[in-house]
Each structure stands twice: as structure tokens, then as C-alpha cells.
């Protein structure tokens, strides 16, 4: 067997944090990574960058906001969906679905929500609807499937470092995570939380109020394994470093390990080889 190295990464403007996302991909070497808040149209995305890292690339991206990506480490990603279902009139650039080294990748960022109550709390309690429909339609498929990206969600208490400071927040409404509970009930893993039942693990630092420093975290990347994945999960956890890092996402990558059935020796054009 061999290892598929998956990863999530919100990077909070991919041109001004270019180099942190290309010393990532070149010391960690993941296989998949997703990542989220791009900040930039497509005609900005740093393709030639990736391609010359070895990785291909599909990517959704939007002037100033929101914006997603797949990449694959050697391959090019096959997009498969771009956008959820369910509402025509959605033009905010947050899922995006790609088939790469043997596994469905739907890549998204949940809105935050934030002011609640109000039109953005509610537009993502109705963006939730949808990706729950969707998932429901991938879980259903019995294909490998992974559904990773920022949630906007803390799961528990267990998941933030204080949350009485947050109890304000979207991230911590009975909704919000009502509606991720409703997610995982279909049968999805947790995958990170799965591999570190007990420890109080996360992926976000807000920039204020020193919470970097002072460990003061969220979890509200996640990774969800549809059922053929779920057995295979050997591995999972947070780059930690990268948020240490002058000038930071306050996002830091967050990544599972696979066993898959290691690839046959045939020669392929890779995408650095383009």
C-alpha cells in the first residue's frame, strides 16, 4: 500500500501569501490540497507557479473574495462540478469538485454568516442546505469521496479554545452546527477529530488579541471521508508552522494520510513536465 497525503488550506489571498502556499506544497508535498479564500479572479491565479512545483490545478476563483482551487500533485485535476446545485442565482465562487489520484474531491468555503442574525447569516444556512443535498447525492454514489475546506463551523466546545467569547458568533450557532451534525449523520468521518478523539486540536488563530500566540484556536477545517475512504484513514493533523510564519493565513493547512493500493509503474506526463 502507499500513502495519499490530502490537505486543506485556507490561504487567505493566494498572491500575497504565494510564496507561504509554494514552501507548504515543496516541504509537505501533499497529493490533494484544497484550498479556500483564493481572492483573486482566475486570470490571477499563479498556475504557472504551481505547474513549475509539479502540481495541475483546477480553480474558482473571484475578484477581492471567496475563491477555491484543487490541486494534485503530478496530475491534473478532471473538474467535475463547479458551484452547488440548488440555486442558479448563487455567483459567489465557494465549491468546486474535482476527480484526482482515484478520489472525488469537493472542495469548499462555508460562508461565515457573521453579523447574526441577518442576510449573511441566513444566506449560510441556506448554503449548508445545499451542500448537505449534495453530499447526500456523493455519499450516495459509493465512490471515494472527500469533502474537505473551511466549514465556518465549530463542531463543540471542545473545538474552541474559550467559547464564551464566541458565543455571538455564526460559527458557534445552534444552527451552524446543528447543520454540520445533520452532515456527518448521513455517515461522513471527521477525519481529523476521528484520529485525535481527546485533544483539543484546531486550524484557525483570529490575527487579534495575540490568540496566535497564546494558542487561542478554533477547528473549523475539516475533512469528512465518505465510506470507502473511512477505513483507510491512517493519519491526520495540522501544519502548524505555517501559521507561525511572517505575514500568515490565520488559517494553518490541515491534512489527512490514506493507505491506497500503490500505483502501477506506467510512464504519465506530469504537470511540471508541461
Not at 27 to 32: G, K, M, S
Not at 132 to 138: V, W
Not at 171 to 178: A, F, H, I, T, V
Amino acid at each position: 500500500m502507499a500513502r495519499l497525503r490530502i490537505a486543506t488550506f485556507n490561504v487567505n489571498g493566494v498572491r500575497s501569501r504565494r510564496a507561504h502556499l509554494l514552501e507548504w506544497l515543496a516541504r509537505e508535498q501533499p497529493d490533494i490540497a484544497c484550498l479556500q479564500e483564493l481572492k483573486a479572479p482566475d486570470e490571477a491565479f499563479p498556475i504557472d507557479d504551481l505547474h513549475a512545483a509539479g502540481y495541475g490545478a483546477v480553480w474558482h476563483g473571484q475578484r477581492s473574495w471567496n475563491g477555491v482551487a484543487i490541486l494534485a500533485r503530478g496530475v491534473d485535476p478532471v473538474e467535475s462540478r463547479r458551484g452547488l446545485p440548488g440555486d442558479r442565482s448563487d455567483t459567489q465562487s465557494r465549491y468546486l469538485e474535482a476527480v484526482a489520484h482515484g478520489v472525488i474531491v469537493g472542495c469548499l468555503y462555508l460562508p461565515n454568516g457573521n453579523p447574526q442574525p441577518g442576510p449573511k447569516f441566513d444566506y449560510k444556512l441556506a448554503w449548508f442546505e445545499r451542500l448537505i443535498r449534495h453530499a447526500r447525492t456523493l455519499w450516495n454514489s459509493d465512490q471515494p469521496v472527500v469533502l474537505a475546506g473551511d466549514y465556518n463551523v465549530v463542531p463543540t466546545d471542545f473545538d474552541i479554545y474559550n467559547p464564551a467569547s464566541w458565543r455571538k458568533d455564526a460559527l458557534l450557532q445552534p444552527e451552524s452546527r446543528e447543520a454540520f451534525e445533520r452532515l456527518l449523520a448521513q455517515g461522513w468521518t471527521d477525519a481529523l477529530r476521528a484520529r485525535h478523539p481527546d485533544e483539543r486540536i484546531y486550524t484557525f488563530w483570529d490575527y487579534f488579541r495575540q490568540h496566535w500566540p497564546r494558542n487561542a484556536g478554533l477547528r473549523i477545517d475539516h475533512l469528512l471521508l465518505s465510506a470507502k475512504l473511512t477505513p483507510r484513514l491512517r493519519d491526520a493533523g495540522v501544519d502548524r508552522w505555517v501559521r507561525d510564519l511572517p505575514g500568515a493565513s490565520d488559517h494553518a493547512p490541515t491534512w489527512i494520510e490514506l493507505d491506497v493500493p500503490r500505483p502501477r509503474r506506467t510512464a504519465r506526463k506530469t504537470a511540471k513536465a508541461r
